[in-house]
């Protein structure tokens, strides 16, 4: 299953309202080391399922939301939970050491 793309109008429900927390990945498609994550993401999913929920927001289609998270650079993958933001990694980041942060985020 693939990590799903949200759209602006759909952050509130699935990520500000959601029950389980949300790692939120802020990217462009024309960024290589956004593209380098994705499959990182992919397996993250896997591996964090019914722990965490991953979604991805493309800064240049949701422009509001980038702004509003402080979005300096892609990739930023922001972990939110309870509609607060927990913890914030930029650039590329291996499955391990994704887990591993997520991991101590949910302690």
């Given at each position: 299953m693939s990590v799903k793309i949200i759209?602006?109008?759909d952050?509130?429900?699935e990520v500000l309202e959601s029950k389980t927390p949300t790692l939120v990945d802020f990217y462009a498609d024309?960024?290589?080391p956004c593209r380098a994550l994705?499959?990182?993401l992919e397996s993250a999913q896997?591996?964090?399922?019914?722990?965490?929920?991953?979604v991805k927001v493309n800064i240049?289609?949701?422009e509001e939301l980038a702004r509003k998270?402080?979005?300096?650079s892609i990739p930023t993958l922001v972990v939110i939970d309870g509609g607060e933001e927990k913890e914030r990694m930029t650039g590329f980041v291996n499955m391990q050491a994704l887990i591993d942060?997520?991991?101590?985020v949910l302690k």
């Open positions: 759209k602006q109008s952050f509130k429900k024309w960024c290589p994705a499959p990182v896997k591996e964090l399922s019914g722990k965490v929920n991953i240049d289609e949701s998270y402080m979005v300096m942060k997520v991991n101590e």
